[in-house]
């Protein structure tokens, strides 16, 4: 168990519709990322965020957002979903605020999210 | 560009040595970290190599080479337990890359 905690673990959904999944970090951890996986483009940085702030950005959608509230649980929402939407979501955190060092990184166990 | 590559499959006898590579473009390097991931589990961090040479823990090292933009896991007596996904990732320019992982397949 790596403290990392993450609800739903399943979603299904339909598309055009819109979804909020949650994470709640490691105890004392201030930076929350989030993370996509899917069988054809494996594990995707969408965002990060560090203690409230939005810190740095991959490849994350425009119907894609997130925030990181002041009691450091971040939500991932994700709207107009589409097929493609499909996968694994995954948040981690760690307790530094910067990606560029080799902070280990604890996920949580993931969301499921499946639209119809 | 900072994409890393690294083989899809790679099937080795239980009991044996396996090296995963991992080779990755120059551009923003800072380092390199390895993530297991087993079936319908979560990534969990296994080392990060920040200067070439080799890091060990237990079972498992890791290697950097960076003149050669080259790395590798390499995990010793291999057990069942160890079947599951490699990744590779390196922090770039405000993200973290993965590589699309190699299945390590254990023959018994």
């Known amino acids: 168990d790596s403290g990392v905690t993450q609800t739903p673990k399943h979603l299904i959904t339909a598309t055009g519709q819109r979804v909020t999944l949650r994470c709640s970090p490691r105890s004392g951890d201030l930076s929350v990322y989030w993370y996509q996986q899917s069988l054809d483009q494996g594990l995707q940085f969408l965002i990060q965020?560090?203690?409230?702030?939005?810190?740095a950005k991959g490849n994350i959608l425009e119907r894609f957002s997130a925030q990181q509230f002041p009691d450091l649980h971040s939500e991932l929402n994700l709207s107009s979903l589409e097929l493609g939407d499909s996968a694994l979501y995954f948040c981690a955190s760690s307790g530094d605020s910067y990606l560029m060092n080799h902070n280990e990184q604890f996920f949580g166990p993931g969301t499921r999210l499946t639209v119809l | 560009g900072q994409s890393l590559e690294q083989p899809s499959e790679v099937t080795a006898v239980e009991g044996a040595i396996v090296q995963i590579n991992c080779t990755y473009q120059t551009s923003g390097f800072y380092g390199l970290s390895w993530y297991q991931q087993h079936d319908g589990g979560a990534p969990t961090f296994l080392s990060y190599?920040?200067?070439?040479g080799l890091e060990e823990t237990g079972r498992f090292s890791s290697f950097l080479s960076r003149s050669d933009s080259y790395g590798y896991l390499l995990l010793q007596e291999l057990q069942m337990k160890d079947s599951a996904s490699y990744f590779c990732?390196?922090?770039?320019?405000?993200?973290?890359?993965f590589g699309k992982g190699t299945r390590l397949h254990i023959l018994p």
């Open positions: 965020y560090y203690n409230g702030e939005e810190r």
């Open positions: 990732a390196r922090p770039g320019d405000d993200k973290i890359i």
């Open positions: 190599n920040g200067l070439d």
